[in-house]
């Protein structure tokens, strides 16, 4: 009788004997900070008895809030994708549609993040995560879809009464065009660098290539051809080729600097938000 | 005397459920790798290693974190993991002295790997075959031709699918070897003394022989251009001159290097060949 009892004791209940083996103890090992630890107890829970979808969905959200903890967003947004977003709670699957779409920002995924936000609306149309919005603007500024991202500011300033300036209005938004930036500096050197907003840059390239030119044509005039050729035409060549690939480059920081002080802006208004 | 029979039953139960419980986390080690979670996977192999007795237990979980630092190319910490694998599973242990001596070599510890396939002897026919192999590979990693040639004798007769292809390409590497002409770094200062750029077309590297020629070229031309017009006292003629002597001279420095760097990319690049083909047998047969 006590063998059988003993037995029937045990067996069932073997693997359950290490601290990481319940809920309430990997939650804990994430609240000390241990995220590698409790990313293994909330595998573990998984690997145990993945039970219903639902389960199974809030232990993977778990386990991406431990990556996300440590500043692994991409392989946050790879253990989100396991999750089955046609199970479980309506908030529950909400939040993991905002995770993984946030996840997919952080990771440099911005369309992905887009169509993942566009899925969550569409099924869930009166969710209540504002973030979420502003996670959209921010997405539709990285794919520079400006028009829209206004459009869905002023609708989420309508929406909840948000205080403060549109940080689309009176702003340079739209990207400057490494394009022309490149073709102005073949057309005249400098200007290029002048329209990507670096005037002082586009000066001194415009200077360093006029000097080239100008002692080709004084070593040629004094009859120093191979110096007016190898030197002061080979000089000009590069400087003149080199300038507008530069003016190109600078362009492109320039949207960037532009993108991200709009981002910024935006991401004020979240201040509030959180408030 | 019920209660010593309990005490006994409980100390039992304990060892069981000690037993049950390792071998549950060694398969959700299994499951970690599986799934590529490697970092998980080490932190549970060992933690395991710490909790388990017995040298089987031991020995599998040196194994498997052997293999997630091969898998990350972290190959010392492979390696120090496989040479903890013990005799007690043969299967384990050939295959950890395996991919022990190729980490080895693969690190260019290529005298460590030699000793240790010297050492290790299989009981087994194919394994002898590959390690047999796996030596032919080290002599010409160690560019010693003469024991590739008796280690080559070994291979020729057995003929064995599983390094057919390999050895046939081992052939190759040592007949390039053989013919890989050696150059000297004297010669090829001498030849750009008198051609600015021939040092570095004699090293092997032609377009850099003819660029450097050519800036040279340009150079000296506006030199002589320089002293012609504007003489020898000229600023023109100063500065140019300047420039072309630098460029002389590194050009001179630059072509001693030349003949040692193009020697070592044809090395490398028929070391990486010879290490690729060391490889390919060891992953067919144990994975």
């Not at chain 1, 804990?28 to 630890?37: H, P, V």
């Not at chain 1, 936000?117 to 996670?135: I, S």
């Not at chain 2, 590497?173 to 570095?200: C, D, M, N, Q």
């Amino acid at each position: 009788m006590i063998i059988r009892y003993f037995l029937i004791c045990t067996f069932p209940f073997a693997p359950f004997f290490t601290r990481a083996q319940s809920l309430a103890a990997a939650d804990s090992l994430f609240e000390e900070g241990r995220y590698l630890e409790a990313r293994v107890a909330y595998e573990y829970l998984l690997f145990q008895r993945p039970g219903a979808s639902d389960r199974v969905n809030l232990l993977l959200l778990k386990k991406a809030y431990c990556f996300k903890a440590e500043g692994l967003y991409n392989e946050a947004y790879e253990t989100l994708q396991q999750a089955d977003f046609f199970a479980g709670s309506d908030s529950l699957k909400q939040t993991l549609y905002y995770e993984v779409a946030l996840a997919a920002y952080v990771s440099g995924q911005h369309d992905v993040a887009l169509s993942r936000l566009q899925e969550m609306f569409y099924y869930f149309p009166d969710h209540n995560l504002p973030m979420a919005f502003l996670l959209e603007i921010l997405c539709l500024n990285q794919l520079q879809r400006w028009d829209d991202a206004a459009k869905r500011y002023q609708q989420l300033q309508t929406r909840l009464h948000l205080a403060g300036d549109n940080p689309y209005k009176g702003r340079r938004i739209k990207p400057k065009n490494p394009d022309r930036a490149e073709t102005w500096s073949y057309v005249l050197p400098g200007s290029g660098q002048v329209y990507a907003g670096y005037g002082a840059r586009g000066v001194s390239s415009l200077l360093l290539q006029s000097a080239c030119a100008a002692f080709a044509t004084y070593s040629f005039h004094n009859g120093f051809y191979f110096s007016g050729a190898f030197t002061g035409v080979s000089l000009f060549y590069m400087f003149y080729n080199g300038g507008a690939r530069y003016a190109r480059s600078l362009t492109e920081k320039t949207n960037a600097k532009r993108l991200n002080a709009l981002n910024e802006a935006v991401l004020k208004s979240a201040q509030e938000l959180k408030k | 005397m019920r209660v010593i029979a309990c005490s006994i039953l409980v100390l039992i139960g304990a060892k069981v459920v000690m037993a049950q419980t390792s071998a549950y986390n060694m398969a959700f080690a299994r499951y970690l790798m599986a799934r590529q979670h490697d970092d998980e996977a080490i932190y549970v192999l060992q933690k395991l290693d710490t909790e388990l007795s017995g040298p089987a237990r031991h020995d599998s979980v040196a194994y498997l974190l052997g293999n997630i630092y091969y898998r990350q190319q972290n190959l010392a910490l492979s390696s120090r993991y496989f040479d903890q694998v013990s005799d007690a599973n043969p299967r384990l242990k050939s295959e950890a002295e395996f991919f022990s001596g190729f980490n080895h070599a693969y690190m260019r510890l290529t005298a460590d790997a030699y000793s240790r396939f010297l050492r290790y002897l299989p009981g087994d026919s194919i394994l002898q075959h590959l390690r047999i192999f796996e030596l032919a590979g080290l002599a010409l990693l160690q560019r010693n031709l003469a024991r590739y040639d008796s280690l080559d004798a070994l291979l020729q007769p057995a003929q064995v699918y599983l390094t057919r292809q390999q050895t046939a390409n081992f052939r190759q590497y040592h007949g390039r070897i053989r013919e890989l002409p050696r150059k000297s770094p004297g010669v090829a200062v001498a030849l750009s003394a008198v051609l600015p750029g021939a040092g570095r077309f004699y090293a092997g590297n032609r377009g850099q022989g003819i660029y450097t020629f050519l800036i040279s070229a340009m150079l000296g031309l506006q030199t002589w251009e320089a002293y012609e017009k504007a003489g020898l006292r000229s600023f023109r003629f100063i500065a140019y001159s300047t420039l072309f002597t630098s460029l002389y001279v590194g050009t001179l420095w630059g072509s001693a290097f030349a003949v040692k760097i193009k020697r070592d990319q044809v090395n490398e690049t028929i070391d990486n060949q010879i290490l690729f083909d060391m490889h390919i047998p060891l992953r067919t047969f144990f994975h």
